[in-house]
């Protein structure tokens, strides 16, 4: 099992900058690639950025490409989402989400792919 607890989320203006961290815990040997994705309210889950473990091979949605950075620390076992330039329309629940076996087929934004979720952290970008 692998346990995954995301921080740093909070209130911030539109156009102001947010760094989320998350953190595993657990049999952290066993992940393959780390993503985060975000939920509004009345809204579906949405896919956001994703990265390889080992390689660093980075996935962005369009809506956030240029403004957003995902990154990882292995010897921290920790991936990190910088968020700059944050818009109203960035506000939604943020949860970072792990791919813990091997997968043929790599479709990072696809929530079935991955195997192990955090609780989340709230974004709230204010006009």
């Known amino acids: 099992q692998v346990q995954l607890v995301e921080s740093g989320g909070g209130l911030v203006q539109a156009g102001g900058s947010l760094r989320l961290s998350c953190a595993a815990s657990?049999?952290?040997?066993?992940?393959?690639?780390m993503g985060w994705f975000r939920q509004a309210p009345g809204k579906e889950r949405e896919f956001v950025a994703a990265?390889?473990?080992?390689?660093?091979?980075?996935y962005y949605a369009d809506s956030v490409k240029g403004r957003f950075t995902i990154s990882v620390d292995n010897a921290k076992n920790t991936v990190y989402l910088q968020m700059n330039s944050l818009k109203p329309e960035d506000t939604a629940v943020y949860s970072c989400?792990?791919?813990?076996?091997?997968?043929?087929?790599?479709?990072?934004?696809?929530?079935?792919?991955?195997?192990?979720w955090g609780q989340g952290t709230q974004v709230t970008a204010s006009s």
């Open positions: 657990g049999r952290t040997l066993s992940i393959y690639r």
């Open positions: 989400a792990a791919v813990g076996r091997f997968r043929s087929t790599w479709v990072p934004d696809a929530p079935t792919q991955y195997d192990y």
């Open positions: 990265i390889s473990w080992s390689s660093s091979n980075t």
